[in-house]
Structures are given as C-alpha cells and as structure tokens.
C-alpha cells in the first residue's frame, strides 16, 4: 500500500510527541514521518501489510474487543507521553492486519485532537459508529456503555466491556454464565 498522507494547519505539536511518533516508539500507533513547515505539518503514514478496518464486517463480540483494545492501546499511549485526548479516535483511523482487532493487529493513524475530548467520551462515539443501532442487541449495548461513561471513569468503562466479552465469550461456548455475587 502507498503512503497515506494528511495535512493540518494552525496547530503545534510538541517536540517529543513528534519524536515518540516518528521513532516509532509507541506500537499503538501506524509508523509515519512529519514534515514541520512554519505551523503546516504535514503526516505520511507508512501503512506496510495493514489496512483500514471494515467495522462493518465485526460480530458484536469482536466490536467490543476491539473497544477494549482501544482502551488498552490508550493506556499504553499514555505509558508514552502522549495523552489519549490529544489524538483523534474514529473508525477510519483504525488499521489492522488481516482484520483482526487483537492489539498486535490495530494500530491508531495518529492524527492531533485540536478540541482535546476527554477519552471517555471518544470510545462512546467510536462506538455509537461501529454498533449497528438497527440490531437490538448492539443498539442496546451503545445505550448501556453510554451509561457507562456518564456515571463513572475509564475503570468503569473497562469492567463493563469486560463482563460483555465474557458474557459472549459464554454464549458461543455455550458455557453458563458466572454466579454474580449480592453486593
């Protein structure tokens, strides 16, 4: 695949994100050079065997694997400096290898977040984007981790990616649910 190129004006990016990005320091993210002019960057990715991921495609279940891996890849961003409010997260930024979403296939097109939108709020719509509102189940999925996000933090986020995986991961093994215990 060729090179992917972005321009952007009227922003400044500090000098180490440039760093962490062009060395390639941080996986989470798709290899790429910047070319500085003034206050005109301009971005060339290096997609290699990688290519835009058709969340279309994806069950339930591998959406909110991948959900989760953005969660997770956002972390690891921030182990690197750069905070996951600074980079944009829409499906279209979203590359993988052989379409698969484990965090060893997806990497994120880095792409600066000028408004600088709290995480949180970033995987909701990610995720209003990918499940399909016209299947109940998926529908009723974006309300809840709407919810989600609007009572707690990312931790809470987290926990209830995780018991939906489980409970899918239970439902295609034909496994029975975990007890839940009385609070």
Do not use: W
Not at 7 to 13: H, L, N, P, Q
Not at 138 to 158: F, H, P, Q, S, V
Request: hydrophobic fraction near 35%; proline fraction near 3%; charge should be neutral.
């Amino acid at each position: 695949m060729e090179r992917i190129r972005q321009d952007m004006t009227g922003y400044r990016m500090p000098v180490y994100i440039e760093e962490i990005l062009t060395q390639n320091y941080c996986d989470s993210f798709m290899r790429m050079s910047i070319l500085r002019e003034k206050g005109n960057y301009s971005f060339s990715y290096k997609p290699g065997i990688l290519n835009r991921l058709d969340t279309s495609d994806l069950s339930l279940y591998e959406k909110l694997l991948l959900l989760r891996n953005l969660i997770k890849m956002s972390e690891s961003t921030e182990d690197h400096l750069i905070g996951a409010e600074t980079y944009l997260l829409e499906p279209e930024l979203i590359y993988a290898k052989d379409g698969k979403v484990n965090t060893d296939s997806i990497r994120i097109m880095y792409y600066p977040d000028k408004k600088k939108l709290d995480f949180r709020y970033k995987i909701v719509l990610f995720a209003d984007r990918i499940l399909d509102k016209g299947i109940r189940e998926e529908r009723e999925m974006a309300e809840r981790l709407r919810e989600t996000a609007e009572e707690g933090d990312l931790n809470r986020i987290k926990l209830f990616l995780d018991k939906s995986i489980i409970r899918l991961e239970n439902r295609m093994t034909g496994s029975p649910a975990p007890m839940q215990r009385r609070s």
